[in-house]
């Protein structure tokens, strides 16, 4: 089976002036969409076909894991932000993460330290053990939560492409920006599904 993009739950400029439409046309139409591409080229006529994506991440390594992983990201990574003003965390992620780091402030500065010092081309992901604690993971170029015993509750994308267009090298302003549009009930709902 062919994968396809996933259309964005939003217009390209409506998390301006946050991320640019600039920046997420690129992203989604070039970045996110060459992954989709190139592993539906890489899979053709492979064992892979009929595989899911999930499953692809699981089993495989090189080009094919690397194009799949960074679709999988790139699908999370979208519902992760959004347009609308005023969301916060439901009550258990809150407490989840009130006792993990002492408050939603802490979190946002620990997640930000963290994604500063992925070195390279990466994702800093806050992530639930099987007892629903929280932590916060990095990952180097396309690795996720998929391959470890956590479960993202949502990721932030620090390569380049997903900043340099509205803030240069500024890693740590994107990461302001990044927390400006989080979607606390995306991410509310991610937390509150495990079991």
């Known amino acids: 089976m062919a994968f396809t993009l996933p259309k964005l739950p939003y217009n390209k400029d409506a998390l301006a002036p946050y991320i640019s439409e600039e920046t997420?046309?690129?992203h989604y139409e070039k970045h996110h969409a060459a992954y989709v591409n190139k592993l539906n080229d890489l899979i053709k006529k492979s064992n892979y076909a009929s595989?899911?994506?999930e499953e692809i991440i699981t089993s495989s390594s090189g080009a094919i894991f690397n194009?799949?992983?960074q679709m999988w990201n790139h699908n999370l990574y979208w519902h992760c932000m959004t347009p609308e003003k005023g969301q916060k965390p439901?009550?258990?992620l809150l407490a989840a993460i009130e006792k993990k780091f002492g408050s939603l402030e802490q979190l946002q500065n620990e997640?930000?330290?963290y994604a500063l010092a992925n070195f390279g081309s990466g994702w800093t992901w806050l992530v639930a053990d099987e007892n629903k604690?929280?932590?916060i993971l990095n990952t180097d170029d396309a690795h996720n939560t998929l391959t470890t015993s956590k479960t993202a509750i949502?990721?932030?994308d620090?390569?380049?492409h997903a900043y340099y267009i509205d803030t240069r090298n500024d890693r740590g302003k994107y990461i302001d920006n990044f927390f400006s549009v989080i979607s606390w009930d995306f991410l509310s709902a991610n937390f509150n599904k495990l079991s």
């Open 111 to 113: 997640m930000k330290a």
């Open 24 to 26: 997420l046309s690129y």
């Open 133 to 135: 604690e929280l932590s």
């Open 51 to 53: 595989k899911t994506l």
């Open 154 to 156: 949502f990721g932030i």
């Open 90 to 92: 439901s009550p258990q």
């Open 67 to 69: 194009n799949a992983a």
């Open 158 to 160: 620090v390569w380049e």
